[in-house]
C-alpha cells in the first residue's frame, strides 16, 4: 500500500446522499484509478486519468464522478445516481508511457463504503 | 477486447506441498502479464509480471509463474506454500496501445492454505 492513502478506510452514507472518497499517492505517477471490487466480481474500473485535468470514463462510470487537479490527487464522489453504491473501493497508480502497457499499478488500501 | 479467465474460485493446497493458481487470457498483440495478491480489506500487492523474455518469471514471497504463449496461459506456483499464503489472488493482462487504461483483471482465486 505504499505511496497511495486512501481515505476513509470505512465509510457509511445514507440514501440520497452524495460521498466522496479521497486518493492521494506520493509516487509522482502520471496515471491514476479507480476500481470497484464486489465479492466474485474482481475489479472493475470506474475512471482513470493520465494526466491533470484529464479523465476517462471505465466500464462502470455511471453514478460516479471525478476530478484531477492535481498530479497527486484523484477523488471519487459517489452520487445519489449510483444504484448500488455499496462495495469496496480501490484507487491506484502507475506511470504512464503511452503505447507501454508494462507498468504495474500500486494500490491503496481501500475504502468500504455502506450505504444505510 | 482482451480478457483473463480465472476457472477456480477457490484453491486448497496443504502447507508444504506445491500450489497452482490457474489463469489463461485473450489479447490481442504480445501479451503482458501480472499477477497479484489481496489480503483481506486490504490493496492489491503486486507480485510479478511477464513482459518479455524467459517464459519462467520469478516474483515477491518465492512466488514464479509461467508463460505458455501457446495455451495463453500464466499460471502462478510456488514449489512450497505457507499458510500465509492464503489470500486472494488476481490475474491481469495488458497490451500495447496509446491509453493508460491497461488492466484486465480476472475474478481472482481464493487460496487457502491448510495447516
Known amino acids: 500500500d505504499g505511496g497511495i492513502t486512501q481515505s476513509p478506510k470505512y465509510l457509511f452514507r445514507k440514501e440520497g446522499q452524495n460521498v466522496t472518497l479521497s486518493c492521494e499517492q506520493n509516487?509522482?505517477?502520471?496515471?491514476m484509478y479507480w476500481y470497484r471490487q464486489d465479492p466474485g466480481q474482481g475489479l472493475r474500473l470506474i475512471y482513470y486519468?493520465?494526466?491533470?485535468?484529464?479523465?476517462q470514463k471505465g466500464d462502470i462510470a455511471e453514478g460516479y464522478s471525478v476530478s484531477r487537479e492535481k498530479k497527486e490527487s484523484f477523488p471519487l464522489t459517489v452520487t445519489s445516481a449510483q444504484k448500488n453504491p455499496t462495495a469496496f473501493y480501490l484507487c491506484?497508480?502507475?506511470?504512464?508511457?503511452?503505447?507501454?502497457?508494462?507498468?504495474?499499478?500500486?494500490f491503496g488500501p481501500g475504502t468500504r463504503l455502506t450505504v444505510l | 477486447a482482451q480478457s483473463v479467465a480465472q476457472p477456480e474460485d477457490q484453491v486448497n493446497v496443504a502447507e508444504g506441498n506445491p500450489l497452482t493458481v490457474k489463469c489463461t487470457y485473450s489479447?490481442?498483440?504480445?501479451?503482458?502479464l501480472f499477477w497479484y495478491v489481496q489480503y483481506p480489506n486490504r490493496g492489491l500487492q503486486f507480485l510479478l509480471k511477464?513482459?518479455?523474455?524467459?517464459?519462467l518469471v520469478k516474483g515477491s514471497y518465492g512466488f514464479e509463474a509461467e508463460f505458455n504463449k501457446s495455451q495463453t496461459s500464466f499460471h502462478l506456483k510456488k514449489p512450497s506454500a505457507l499458510v500465509s499464503d492464503s489470500a486472494l489472488y488476481f490475474c491481469?493482462?495488458?497490451?500495447?496501445?496509446?491509453?493508460?487504461?491497461?488492466?484486465?483483471f480476472g475474478s481472482g482465486t481464493q487460496l487457502t492454505v491448510l495447516p
Open positions: 491506484a497508480s502507475s506511470i504512464y508511457n503511452q503505447g507501454a502497457a508494462y507498468n504495474e499499478q500500486f
Open positions: 509516487l509522482n505517477h502520471d496515471a
Open positions: 486519468s493520465q494526466i491533470v485535468n484529464d479523465f
Open positions: 489479447v490481442s498483440g504480445n501479451p503482458y
Open positions: 511477464y513482459i518479455t523474455g524467459d517464459n
Open positions: 491481469a493482462v495488458s497490451a500495447p496501445s496509446g491509453s493508460a487504461r491497461q488492466l484486465t
